[in-house]
């Protein structure tokens, strides 16, 4: 298999995209650009490869200011318009904070290959293939847009294989779901921990099939369907039916950010684009203790809509910021803005995406 060079991958993102974020991330630092030059984007990652992590978005956003060079915010899920590549993302289970052994990577690909044999088999075509250097990658193409629908779709999937394909040994990420995330640029070198002989630092890589074809809008709502007949993977619409606004609040500004501070539960920011790493208000039920470095559970600032909250853990699957809300109590003191007379189901649907 011959591996397929950055520019390669980068003009395909192009091709499908339109816009590319390049973001770099060392500890804390976050920069980011926007291009729709692949030689503008290229002449800035190789200057950031020396250290750090460097990632790219990977879906089309809306009309956007491009300056082609490091100056812009971080893309947020409010500015994607289209979903162009359905990411999978397989990880070892390690320590934090560390990089794979050849072992742990060993398991990951093995996951990534019977994955990719199972989707076959359901009629889905041959993928990108991606290592990001500390576990295995694939993208599907596809040309689907960010609407509730689709939101709500890929939530069912992503719960869905996690479930079928995550092991003792590899975990199947269910939360690069969202239409802002990003994904390794491929050729650049992961940096997580230390390096050493046996959880060394490696150089990304990905091979892209010469005719790489898209997966279509039927299949995917195909998939969703079929994860979705397990009622444990839809949203709750009598919970949401039944919850009511009890204080003066109004959640659209509600800043979720100093609501956790409040209780000791915040860590630290996490790429600059309003995500935030936090204590999960439930981690004394999970398997495993909560770590000062852990990443498993995240809040987004409010962007319009309501704050979005999410934990990685099995046990807090279908809870979301009006758990959170119950949970945690008073969050009408961390309102900058009153409740207004707008349409009551209007608000629940806006409720409702951020747990899609």
């Given amino acids: 298999m011959r591996l397929t060079t950055t520019s390669a991958y980068l003009n395909r993102l192009f091709a499908d995209s339109g816009i590319v974020e390049l973001r770099h991330i060392e500890d804390s630092r976050i920069t980011s650009g926007l291009y729709d030059n692949l030689e503008s984007l290229l002449r800035d990652a190789r200057s950031l490869d020396t250290h750090g992590n460097l990632f790219t978005t990977l879906n089309a956003p809306k009309l956007i ?28 289970v390690r ?3 560390t990089s794979s052994t050849e072992e742990e990577l060993q398991a990951c690909l093995q996951a990534r290959e019977h994955f990719v044999r199972s989707m076959s088999k359901r009629g889905w075509p041959i993928p990108l293939l991606g290592k990001s250097g500390n576990g295995y990658h694939v993208q599907f193409r596809c040309r689907l847009p960010v609407t509730s629908e689709s939101r709500q779709a890929l939530k069912a999937i992503y719960l869905g294989l996690a479930k079928e394909f995550s092991t003792d040994q590899v975990l199947f990420d269910r939360t690069v779901r969202n239409p802002s995330r990003i994904f390794t640029l491929y050729g650049s070198t992961k940096r997580k921990g230390v390096s050493t002989p046996e959880r060394p630092h490696r150089r990304s890589t990905v091979w892209i099939p010469e005719s790489w074809e898209s997966v279509s809008q039927t299949q995917i709502m195909n998939l969703a369907e079929q994860y979705a007949g397990d009622a444990k993977y839809v ?15 109004d959640y659209n500004t509600l800043d979720i950010v100093s609501m956790f501070k409040s209780k000791s539960l915040y860590k630290r920011p996490a ?24 990443t498993d559970t995240v809040i987004w ?39 207004s007379d707008r349409a009551v189901e209007s608000l629940w649907n806006a409720a409702d995406e951020e747990n899609m």
């Fill in 65 to 92: 200011r491009v300056r082609n060079r490091l100056c812009s915010r971080a893309l947020r899920d409010a500015d994607i318009a289209y979903i162009t590549r359905l990411p999978i993302d397989f990880d070892p």
């Fill in 95 to 97: 320590p934090p904070g």
């Fill in 235 to 249: 949203s709750n619409k009598s919970y949401c039916s039944e919850y009511r606004h009890i204080g003066p609040g």
């Fill in 271 to 294: 790429d600059g684009s309003g995500k935030h790493y936090v204590t999960c208000p439930w981690a004394e039920d999970h398997s495993t203790n909560d770590r000062p470095d852990g």
């Fill in 301 to 339: 600032e409010a962007d319009g809509n309501w704050p979005t909250f999410h934990c990685s853990h099995d046990h807090c699957i279908g809870r979301d910021i009006r758990n959170v809300i119950e949970k945690l109590g008073d969050p009408d003191k961390y309102c900058s803005e009153l409740w």
